[in-house]
């Protein structure tokens, strides 16, 4: 395990992530952490991210974070730094492996296509993010949530069907994937799902049909869809695919939601 202390007067991000992570200020005498976390599934080497609130000694609520289609970059590490400033403990879980970052349009999407394609494989990469951590002595096993954006969102998804213990779920403009036949009835977990109204990889048909899986088997949601947004709007450097306003307003109805559930 690689440690490197989180130093506030460095900017260690690109200006817009950096701005991202200033717009929730850290509270008084925090002293926020991160490292880098080497794990494996199935022998395959994984990296993932851990940040939190040093100075809380109590074992703390945890938030798993899953990437984008471009794997584990700058933008879930910044998400994490954003939650350990709100006293949970974040781990940014890496479902591609270790140094796959892919780049451009056609690699993401080929490698993402490969977890579309093999849903159990999506699934027990997510469950090997939680076990690792679920193990961490800094947080509280029994207090979990998962977030995840874009192709992340759909990893929460699915491994919300699992029936995994946790305490809430949320997803971020990631694609609405309906099962026939249905195993919606496997969810334990309360579910928030935060859509763009303009984004072409998420129409209203798949919305509905997502929606109406989820009321047939009684599942405890809600559903978000956010005015002239695009795919990827919570996303500062997807260029004009990027809503500042969504951006906020998912934000904050996300910490609205943590708080119920950790309650």
Not at 30 to 51: K, M, P, S, T, W
Not at 192 to 215: H, Q, Y
Not at 233 to 256: C, I, M, V
Request: glycine letters at 10%; charged letters at 20%.
């Amino acid at each position: 395990m690689k440690i490197a202390r989180y130093d506030p007067g460095v900017t260690t991000f690109s200006t817009a992530h950096q701005a991202l992570l200033d717009s929730v200020p850290a509270r008084d005498g925090a002293r926020i952490e991160a490292e880098a976390v080497d794990y494996q599934h199935e022998g395959l080497a994984l990296e993932g991210y851990f940040a939190h609130d040093a100075a809380i000694a109590e074992r703390k609520p945890g938030v798993l974070v899953v990437h984008d289609w471009t794997g584990l970059r700058e933008y879930p590490k910044v998400r994490s730094q954003m939650l350990a400033r709100l006293g949970y403990a974040a781990f940014a879980a890496d479902i591609y492996g270790a140094g796959i970052r892919p780049t451009g349009e056609q690699e993401p999407a080929a490698e993402a296509g490969k977890y579309y394609g093999n849903l159990s494989l999506f699934r027990a990469r997510m469950q090997a993010g939680y076990d690792r951590l679920v193990a961490d002595p800094r947080v509280d096993p029994d207090r979990i949530a998962v977030i995840g954006y874009c192709f992340g969102g759909s990893g929460a998804l699915e491994f919300a069907r699992t029936g995994a213990n946790l305490r809430g779920t949320a997803s971020f403009h990631g694609g609405l994937i309906a099962h026939d036949p249905s195993d919606a009835s496997a969810i334990r977990t309360p579910l928030l799902i935060m859509t763009g109204a303009a984004d072409p990889v998420v129409p209203d048909e798949a919305v509905i049909a997502f929606e109406n899986e989820l009321r047939a088997a009684d599942v405890d949601f809600e559903i978000i869809s956010y005015s002239g947004a695009p795919h990827a709007f919570t996303l500062p450097e997807a260029g004009p695919a990027y809503r500042a306003k969504a951006d906020a307003r998912s934000w904050q109805r996300l910490t609205g939601f943590l708080s119920e559930v950790f309650a």
